[in-house]
């Protein structure tokens, strides 16, 4: 792989860290403070300002192992104090309401916490009281000899125009999917495998308290609608459209003309609407980098596997990585200890792959029925009716949506 050429000659010499993460998202945060914990050196590079990752609308939904490793890890101070759990999920499809009580059935149960919060959360704990070292708004990121023992990362400081280099033992990519890491992988060594899902999902925020007491899933023949609660004022909904939709399509009448539409059922009172805070069109498709590790440089969370919003899996499987590799970095540079390291790209992507099965299975059942296909939807609906009439199949669907804690061989039925 060729390198990118190197900073201006005139710049200062380059600065030492022993990992530079790249991206302050959840997975970059949390290798940044399990470093910190451990009294290891690093540095953060952003391109955007903290005010905006602090703001940044994202996932909500966070899985119970997820949590008890950032507890752990003395990250979900914030978290485990304001956050909301879910017990129950509820689909609706043929005019009726069919809950699932996914707690009863495990004994586990989802976290609501808004990405927002937690970053926010993450920022404070590594910059403000561990004293990591972050920096905002930096331009032109580049990675240089990712495949020596000695890489670094480039960059122009925002506020002198200056370019600035810095070694380390590692790099971590943790940009996301459009990031420069994982644009720095050589293609005759990487494989990226991609699946698009052909639809659209309009992703709305809205003023208004949420309007059921647990996630809700329309299965319509119109398209899929979706409800999250975010907070008690504020709520997620979703509406299955066309990929590449423009938003003004979508006036704040029709919206909720259609989300009361397709999120009606027997006994449901309608929706609590309120002004439209957020809309955009998000088009639904996964990609997954094989290995997730080139030379010293090492991919997480979306960077190296993206999965759209079908299965609220994106944000786990990001602190997943980041757990896995934050704890890989210490005991390599703390003890010597590779196996980790060695063994990274592998155990992420056992999980991921998992989640990408279920994130594929659901999508067929959320979009079944309004594919214009008639066996399609007869196979859906009856999919659906297997969940809520097996056992077996109920307890297995519990399962994949909660996601099983990677530290346990099952999850235990209660």
Not at 22 to 44: K, M
Not at 244 to 251: A, I, R, T, V
Request: glycine share 10%.
């Amino acid at each position: 792989m060729t390198s990118p050429p190197s900073p201006d000659p005139n710049s200062p010499l380059p600065e030492r860290r022993s990992v530079v993460v790249v991206g302050a998202g959840p997975a970059g945060l949390t290798i940044g403070n399990i470093l910190r914990a451990a009294g290891l050196d690093c540095l953060v590079l952003e391109t955007e300002s903290r005010e905006f990752i602090e703001r940044r609308p994202r996932a909500g939904v966070i899985e119970e192992w997820a949590v008890r490793g950032l507890e752990q890890r003395g990250l979900a101070e914030g978290l485990l104090a304001r956050a909301q759990l879910h017990t129950e999920c509820e689909f609706r499809f043929g005019g009726q309401r069919h809950r699932l009580a996914y707690t009863e059935l495990t004994g586990h149960h989802h976290f609501v916490y808004p990405q927002p919060l937690l970053v926010t959360d993450l920022v404070r704990e590594y910059a403000d009281v561990r004293g990591g070292e972050i920096r905002f708004s930096v331009q032109d990121v580049q990675l240089h000899d990712l495949d020596s023992d000695r890489p670094a990362v480039s960059y122009t400081d925002p506020e002198t125009g200056q370019r600035r280099l810095v070694q380390g033992d590692f790099v971590a990519g943790c940009d996301g999917a459009r990031g420069v890491t994982r644009a720095a992988l050589p293609p005759e060594r990487t494989r990226i495998a991609r699946h698009d899902y052909g639809i659209g999902w309009l992703a709305l925020l809205a003023e208004a308290p949420p309007s059921s007491d647990c996630v809700v899933f329309g299965v319509h023949p119109r398209g899929f609608a979706g409800h999250m609660a975010r907070s008690p004022e504020v709520t997620r909904y979703y509406l299955e459209c066309p990929p590449g939709d423009d938003p003004e399509n979508w006036p704040h009448e029709r919206v909720w003309a259609e989300l009361q539409h397709r999120l009606a059922a027997t006994g449901a009172p309608p929706l609590t609407e309120g002004r439209l805070i957020e809309k955009r069109v998000l088009d639904m498709h996964n990609h997954v980098v094989e290995p997730m590790v080139f030379g010293r440089l090492y991919l997480a969370g979306d960077a190296a596997h993206l999965t759209a919003p079908i299965a609220a899996k994106g944000m786990n499987l990001a602190l997943h990585d980041a757990f896995l590799l934050g704890d890989a970095f210490v005991a390599y540079l703390t003890k010597g200890d590779s196996a980790g390291l060695g063994g990274y790209s592998e155990a992420c992507l056992s999980r991921v792959w998992d989640y990408q099965e279920f994130s594929q299975w659901l999508s067929e059942v959320y979009h079944g029925t309004s594919s214009g296909d008639p066996y399609h939807a007869g196979t859906t609906l009856a999919r659906l009716r297997r969940v809520f009439q097996s056992p077996a199949a109920a307890l297995a669907f519990a399962e994949s949506y909660l996601g099983k804690d990677p530290n346990s061989r099952a999850t235990t039925a209660t």
